[in-house]
Every structure is written in structure tokens, then in C-alpha cells.
């Protein structure tokens, strides 16, 4: 049956989820990233919708329900904050359509492959954040590179553990 | 063709996705006529739906985790956690006492300046409307330094109403929903305050930068500007009142593009990282508690009885000075030696009149045209039995003042107290100096 198929590994490893998962746990994380920051205060390096975005689009495979997850949580991080609507919406919707590319090619139970992507693609988002803001806007942002690095780590940590805690709630045959 | 679609189709809708929301960020820019590219600060009707419905999907699960907290935290303190707790109330009893005093003689200075305050006519606005509320959220973001709070338009919260603590400013209201609000906080690179510095009355706008700091951006460089200067809002800004804290300088910093400027890193007086409760200014006029009221309206009472004794004391000298028009002459010098005159003013009958600073110069008497019996001067050479005959009318027998007797604010006090036998009430009596008998021998203006 592996054999015959067009791309049996592929179809073997697509993951499924409950509905409410799909709808609960990106709010969840949505929640969380606009209420914590008030209690951690500027130590709060993590960016959960990114983390959630990531998550999805590997354990999906598919590019455009990666990119549609990336640009929801994108638009609501934005329609939050006091900037222009889409800024992070175009960097988490690279980020989903990415993740999900390399996910069809590689092994994503392996943690240390899930640590350096969290780390490579959060690096990435923020990037394409400044990119948009200042080159392709031409407005003013003052930016620091070690904030953007600190939160890479802080959500490849997450990740390390989220992950795992998520994969209990697919659909197992 | 299909084939095209359905091979490129992840690529096709990942361009279509980027292509709309990069069309949408083309939406909000604007260029400014000074060429430069900015945010619009009032959100379109579109932009502004989209945050509403954002706002109204995260704010109730918020709402709920913020109110669960204060319940945990509320159960925490108040039946867990209640070691220590009888040596506290003791301490706190003899803080309590010992505040009572010093509430007392600070309610005395506070009244005493708020009289000075009237008197001086500062009408600043010390004492607001306010509205209590709490911070449920964030935008989540470093880049964004926005909370939301639990009241909105619903509850009387407007745009550009200030937000402060009782520690110092906060931020502005930046968007209204029904039940929440979003406020800009002072440290976002965003936001905008005019500020002073304390001592150096320096003035800036405060802005925020990266960091999350607040700081005045575009000073010239200035020794005087120190660590630990305090910071106050300047009042200009149309949002924040006058005078408020803002906190105090932290250090002075290079501006990284202009050589002789200098960026002064302020440390907030309220703690714009872990809020909980704000005050957000619904009005800005003042509205005193009854007791401050009628202090204010007993200072202003005083000072309208002090003018209105002077005014009193001005309209009488002036109707004195009316009635004596050809005693001035009006080129003559201001003063008179006291000397000249023969008498010391003020010594006669010992009585030195408190009003007789306001008392004019000291007039001459001028030359009469056509002299008479009656004409100034003329006294000595009247016939004896005219001297003696009484007056034929009341303002014949009218003893002229001499020349120091013009009438002082206080002339009809004085009046009473020197008004010599045989003359008759309201007309100009003897003054000081110059009683009934020496009346007779007025001096002439040589």
C-alpha cells in the first residue's frame, strides 16, 4: 500500500485534530500573548501565535492551510497592537507556507529538528517584520536585534514542550 | 492550464494572500506633505472593524482570566495567607495615627494654598473627573505598547483622554470600543507627550524607544539636564493637564543621528509595565469636593470684600477732589516740601490719617480773578463787623481748607473727628493741621 501510493509517506503522517482543537487552541495562544506580556513584563520573549503556527503547518503538511494559519494569526496580532493591520500578518503567513514546505521533507518527531526550526523561522518572522515596517512602509521602527534573539529562544523552549503536549490531541486511528 | 493551477496552487495562494494584505498596508500609509510616510493615527472604517472584532474575540476570554486571577489572588491573601497578620495591624494601627496627625496639618496647608491659589487667580486644574478602570490585556507585542482596558465608550471613555495612575501618566486612549478601550502607553515609539523638566524648565516631547523606555527626544544638549531631575507634563498637548508627574531623568543619552542633540531616558513614575488599575480622565474641568468649595469661595469672598473697601476708599477721594477743582493747580510739582507749608502734615490734632500716603500733592491755592471778601487770602483785610456777622447762607460761612487739607480716602471719618462748632455737616471741614481758627489765614500761592 506504501508502495503504490504517489507519496506514502506523506500521506501516512498527516495528522488530524478534533475541530475544536483547530478553533480553541490558536485563540488560547492568541489570549495568552495579549495577557501575559502584562504579567512577565518586558521578559515576555515568546510569541505563541508564531509557535502555534509552526505546529499546525508541520503536522498538517499542507502549504495552504499553513499559509491561511500564518495569515489569521498574523492579522489578529495586529488588529491588537496600534500598527498597521498586515504587517505581521505577511510575516506569519511566509513563516506557515514554509514550515509546512519543509514538513513534507522532513522528520518533524525529532525535537532538536522542532527546536532549530522554531529558532530559524522565528529569527525569519521578525526579520520580515523589520523588512515590511521600515524598507517596504518606510516608517520608523527602532529595533533590537538580541530582543529578536532572545525570543527565537524563548519560543524554541516553548515548543520543546508545547509540542508534544499537542500531539495528544490528534486523532489517532 | 488546470495543470498549471493545481501544480502551483500553494504558490498561487501564498501570492494572492501576500498580495492582499500588502494592498491593505498601501491602505493605512499615508505621505505627509513633508514627505514623509506615516501611519494614519485615526484608523479607517475597515481597519477599525477589523480591530473590533479581534478586540471582541480575545477581550471575554481575558476579561474572565483577569477576573480569575483577582479571585485566586483575592482567595490567596485574604484566607491562605494570613501569617504575620496581627503584628501587621498593630504596625499598621500606629501608621494609621501617626498619618492622622500629618493629615491634619497638611489639610491646613492645603487650605492655605488653595486661598493663595485664588488669590493669585491660577486657574490651573488640579482636580479631575475620573473614571477607574482595569488593564485586562496587551497587543502582546514588544513593538506595539498597547494595553486594553474594561471600559469603553460604553462607560464615557473618548479618544485622547489621558490615562494616569496616582504615581504619574500612563498614556492616551487611543481606540474606543463599546466595553474596552486601547491605550497608547508613553513608551511606545508611537506616542507623543509634552513634557518639563523640573528646574531647567527645559520643554520636549516625550516618545518611547525600542527599549520600552520613555524618553524626550530632540534636545540640544544642555549641562543642566542631570539624573534625577523630575519630569512633568507640560500641558501643551491638548491631552494631558498641566503639572503632572511623569517621573524622573535616568540618564542623558547622544542622539545617534544629530551630533549637538541629546536624548534624556526618563524612568516612569508609574509603573507602565505591571498595571492593574488606571484612572482615565473623562473631564477636564475642575470639580472640587464641597469642603475645597467653599474654602475657594470663602478665599474669593475675602478678596472681594479687601477690593471693595479700596474701591470705597478710591471714589470717595475721587468725589473729594471733585469738590475741590480750582484749589489744584494742575501744573503744579507733585510735591511740596513739608517745610514750606509751616505745619508738619499728619501732626496736627495728633492725629496721622492711616490714607494719607493716597492723599494727593499738595495743592497751592491759585490766584483769585476777582477777589472778594471771600476770595482766599482776603480774610485779614475784611472789615471787623463782617467778621463777626454770621454766615448768610451755609456756604458763606464755608471756612476754606488750607493747603494741606485735601482730602484723603479717609476724609469722612476724619470729619467727623475734627469738625470744628458752627459748620455744618457735608460740607469740606477743617482737616488735620489746619483747625477751625487757623482757617482764617490761609496762604496764598505766591
Given amino acids: 500500500m506504501e508502495v503504490f501510493g504517489p507519496n506514502p509517506r506523506r500521506e501516512l503522517e498527516i495528522r ?61 496580532e495586529d488588529a491588537l497592537s496600534n500598527h498597521a493591520i498586515g504587517v505581521n500578518g505577511i510575516a506569519k ?12 521533507r522532513i522528520d518533524v518527531e525529532n525535537h532538536t529538528i522542532r527546536l532549530i526550526l522554531n529558532f530559524l523561522l522565528s529569527l525569519l518572522s521578525g526579520a520580515i517584520y523589520v523588512f515590511i515596517y521600515r524598507i517596504l512602509l518606510g516608517l520608523d521602527l527602532e529595533w533590537r536585534w538580541f530582543t529578536e534573539l532572545f525570543k527565537a529562544v524563548g519560543n524554541s523552549i516553548i515548543a520543546l514542550v508545547l509540542f508534544p503536549l499537542l500531539d495528544r490531541l490528534q486523532i489517532r486511528d | 492550464m488546470d495543470s498549471f493551477f493545481i501544480r502551483y496552487r500553494n504558490l498561487l495562494v501564498l501570492l494572492v494572500i501576500l498580495v492582499a ?21 485615526q484608523d479607517g472604517p475597515g481597519v477599525r472593524l477589523i480591530r473590533l472584532w479581534a478586540n471582541a474575540v480575545v477581550t471575554p476570554p481575558e476579561r474572565m482570566m483577569h477576573s480569575s486571577k483577582l479571585g485566586l489572588g483575592n482567595l490567596w491573601q485574604n484566607y491562605l495567607d494570613l501569617r504575620h497578620v496581627s503584628e ?15 493629615q491634619a496639618e497638611m489639610l491646613e496647608d492645603a487650605r492655605q494654598g488653595q486661598r493663595l ?28 505598547r498597547v494595553f486594553y482596558l474594561d471600559k469603553g465608550s460604553a462607560e464615557g471613555l473618548q479618544r485622547d483622554m489621558a490615562v494616569i495612575t496616582p504615581d504619574g501618566i500612563v498614556g492616551k486612549v487611543r481606540e474606543v470600543f463599546p466595553h474596552t478601550a486601547q491605550v497608547l502607553v508613553i513608551n511606545d515609539q508611537t506616542s507623543g507627550a509634552g513634557v518639563i523638566l523640573e528646574t ?5 516631547i516625550l516618545r518611547g524607544n525600542a527599549a520600552g523606555q520613555p524618553q524626550i527626544v530632540g534636545l540640544m544638549a544642555d549641562q543642566r539636564i542631570q539624573p534625577g531631575e523630575k519630569v512633568f507634563t507640560a500641558g501643551g498637548d491638548q491631552i494631558f493637564p498641566r503639572g503632572l508627574p511623569v517621573g524622573v531623568v535616568e540618564k542623558v543619552v547622544r542622539d545617534p543621528e544629530r551630533d549637538s542633540f541629546v536624548d534624556v531616558i526618563i524612568k516612569p513614575a508609574a509603573h507602565i509595565d505591571r498595571l492593574d488599575e488606571v484612572l482615565v480622565i473623562t473631564q477636564a474641568l475642575p470639580t472640587m469636593p464641597p469642603q475645597q468649595q467653599q474654602d475657594l469661595a470663602t478665599s474669593e469672598a475675602l478678596k472681594g470684600g479687601e477690593a471693595a473697601t479700596i474701591k470705597d476708599q478710591k471714589k470717595a477721594s475721587e468725589i473729594m477732589a471733585e469738590r475741590l477743582p480750582g484749589l489744584t493747580e494742575p501744573n503744579a510739582p507733585a510735591a511740596q516740601p513739608a ?58 460761612a464755608k471756612p476754606l481748607p488750607g493747603p494741606r487739607e485735601l482730602p484723603g480716602p479717609r476724609m469722612p471719618q476724619k470729619r467727623e473727628q475734627t469738625a470744628p462748632a458752627g459748620t455744618t455737616k457735608g460740607q469740606p471741614a477743617p482737616k488735620a493741621g489746619h483747625p477751625a481758627g487757623q482757617t482764617a489765614t490761609p496762604r496764598r500761592n505766591p
Fill in chain 2, 200 to 204: 531647567t524648565r527645559i520643554r520636549g
Fill in chain 1, 93 to 104: 503567513t511566509i513563516v506557515g507556507f514554509l514550515a509546512a514546505s519543509v514538513g513534507v
Fill in chain 2, 339 to 396: 517745610a514750606a507749608a509751616g505745619t508738619q502734615p499728619g501732626q496736627a490734632q495728633g492725629q496721622a490719617a492711616p490714607a494719607a500716603p493716597a492723599t494727593p500733592a499738595t495743592p497751592k491755592l491759585l490766584h483769585a480773578q476777582h477777589a472778594d471778601r471771600f476770595s482766599p487770602g482776603s480774610a485779614q483785610e475784611a472789615p471787623p463787623e463782617t467778621r463777626t456777622t454770621e454766615p448768610k447762607s451755609r456756604f458763606d
Fill in chain 2, 88 to 102: 501587621q495591624n498593630q504596625d499598621l494601627q500606629k501608621t494609621v495615627d501617626r498619618l492622622r496627625l500629618e
Fill in chain 1, 16 to 76: 488530524r485534530y478534533p475541530f475544536l482543537v483547530y478553533a480553541l487552541v490558536p485563540l488560547v495562544a492568541l489570549v495568552l500573548q495579549a495577557w501575559l506580556p502584562r504579567v512577565l513584563g518586558r521578559y515576555a520573549w515568546f510569541d505563541l501565535p508564531l509557535v502555534i503556527t509552526v505546529y499546525f503547518a508541520l503536522g498538517r503538511r499542507s502549504p495552504i492551510q499553513g499559509t491561511l494559519m500564518g495569515s489569521a494569526m498574523g492579522l489578529f
Fill in chain 2, 117 to 144: 491659589q485664588a488669590l493669585l487667580d491660577f486657574q490651573q486644574k488640579y482636580v479631575y473627573k475620573t473614571l477607574a478602570a482595569q488593564a485586562i490585556g496587551s497587543s502582546g507585542s514588544d513593538q506595539s
Fill in chain 2, 21 to 41: 494584505q500588502i494592498i491593505g498596508l498601501a491602505v493605512q500609509v499615508r505621505r505627509t506633505d513633508a514627505g514623509h510616510v506615516s501611519l494614519d493615527p
